[in-house]
């Protein structure tokens, strides 16, 4: 499998945003094509789905596929945004992921947000990289997002072993699931459990985490994360 990696800004990991599963792929998937170096935002990118597909080994119907992918491109995708804090001018700020969308056949050409550039180019600190391959067999949104976190934690501590604390609260809206899943008994099944399973089974990280209670009350996660190997 080649080896595709993508850098974002600290900010973009943590800010706010969901999407399906083969949305968030097209974004990380897309991402790869974009030169963190470079002075230059290209206006887009082209991505063959079929390569695409065989990149994410998806199984299911070719032609289920692709209309999946075509309707949740046209209809929904291309609206898709992601709110963050911008610590330096002290504001909220939300940019969709992308500003266009074209797709013939087998073939779409995604047009990021220019607006996203300065988390994306030309970062001088406080960012993240990792290879696409320890991400590309999950199928838990949430599995990657926490990935992401914990690789995050790994860039800023140059660490073998990371451990961070995270309020529920916090993580639900990194997620927008503020308004799912009242009951902590649910969030941790369907997203902690399943993200842990999704990053052990997967990734080149091994990952437990702590529930932290204050008067009974689940408030926080500490996760405690180690590498399988120095290929992260």
Known sequence: MKKLSITKSNILIKSSYHLSLNELRIVIYGLSFINPTSRDFQLFYEINLKH???????LSNERGFYGEIKDAVLKKFWERETTYWDEKNKEVVKRRWLIGVNYKNTLMKIYFNPLLKDQLQQLKKNFTTYFLSNIVNMKSIYGIRIYELCIMEFNK?????VFFTITISRLKTYFMLDKKYKRFYDFKNRVLEKAKIEILKHSNLEIVYEILKINNIPLKIRFSAWKKNTNI
């Open 157 to 161: 501590k140059k660490l073998d072993k």
């Open 52 to 58: 695409f597909r065989e990149y994410f080994g998806i």
